[in-house]
């Protein structure tokens, strides 16, 4: 179905009106702290198949449910441990999803008929006053084309889903950049299925932490995953994205010695001044470049590159799910100096 994409404000009457969408079957563009999504009730079977169809996303992706308050994790979980009772209380809500078995009220093409759901309470006030005013938990994975670079402004969702949902609520820019840390629970111990701004280490004094290998290896194809963003090539603008690992100055080098048309660098902050090349820096801290890793991306797109080299970020922290993101914008192509 074709929309005329109406963008609202987080006043009071829009979000209303957003609600009231939502309670009709439909999708909303909803901000969270971490990027924006793609709302719709997550109870609805056939409104969010319409989610997948919007998005180009495959059916055997699983989408994460936003609540309104920590109280109804029981609602659509059942057998919630302690300790996620303990993360609950420190992270919710925030940028922490909670992957746990679900109740029957969560239809498959939810869970990508997974016998578990992803949930997490977001902490935008916009997104809260929606889920609250609906009445409704919301499925709402990224508000972008499946595989594109997601997006951390209103301006980014209208960008990709103009006219394919019928409005979009603007919160502003995310302020954490990155989708959420996405955990699971196994004997006591806490599986990290996806960095996000809630960090490994955080984690940690909770119980022990274990790192899933598809943060840092891609899934088989046929191989079933329990998280978003672990399977197929995501956040990928059109030009072909590399990771160059080593110290700013051999990054420096390795740029500068490899100009050509078409041809970016993604430096930290403070190695700009002495690229040759055209380029766009993402930060210098791991959490600045997570907030402005894919308004990078993007830009990218906007200036017709072919190439982008982009300085490999640290490995641990929030530094880790900067990591991760690149990764799969690259296609796991990194180059070693």
Known sequence: MQYKTELLTSSEE??????????????????????YGLAADAENAEAVAEIFKA???????????????????????????????????????????????????????????????????????AALALIRTSGKAVAAPSANLSGSPS????????????????????????????????????????????????????????????????????????????????????????????????NGTDYIKFVNSHSGEGVYAMPFDSDESYCEIPCIPYGDSSEEQAARLFAALRKFDELGAKQVYARCPLKNGVGLAVYNRLLRAAGFEIISV
């Open 14 to 35: 829009d979000i209303k009106k957003a609600a009231e969408i939502i309670s009709g079957g439909g999708i909303v563009g909803m901000p969270t702290e971490t990027v």
């Open 55 to 125: 998005k180009g996303r495959p059916q055997d992706n699983p989408l994460i449910v936003h609540i309104g308050d920590i109280a109804d994790f029981e609602k659509y979980a059942k057998n919630v441990p302690e300790t996620a009772y303990k993360l609950a209380e420190k992270f919710c809500p925030g940028p922490l999803t909670m992957v746990l078995p679900k109740r029957d009220r969560i239809p498959d093409v939810t869970s990508a008929g997974l016998d578990t759901v992803g949930i997490r309470m977001p902490s935008h006030k």
């Open 151 to 246: 997006p951390t402004s209103a301006a980014h969702v209208m960008n990709d889903m103009n006219g394919k949902i019928p409005a979009v609520i603007d919160g502003g820019d995310c302020p954490v950049g990155v989708e959420s840390t996405v955990i699971a629970f196994e004997d006591g111990k806490i599986r990290l299925l996806r960095p996000g701004f809630v960090s490994a280490e955080e984690l940690s004094e909770f119980a022990e932490v274990i790192i899933d290998r598809h943060i840092t290896e891609a899934a088989e194809s046929g191989e079933r995953v329990l998280s978003p963003g672990m399977k197929y090539k995501h956040y990928s603008p059109k030009a072909n994205v590399t990771i160059i690992e080593g």
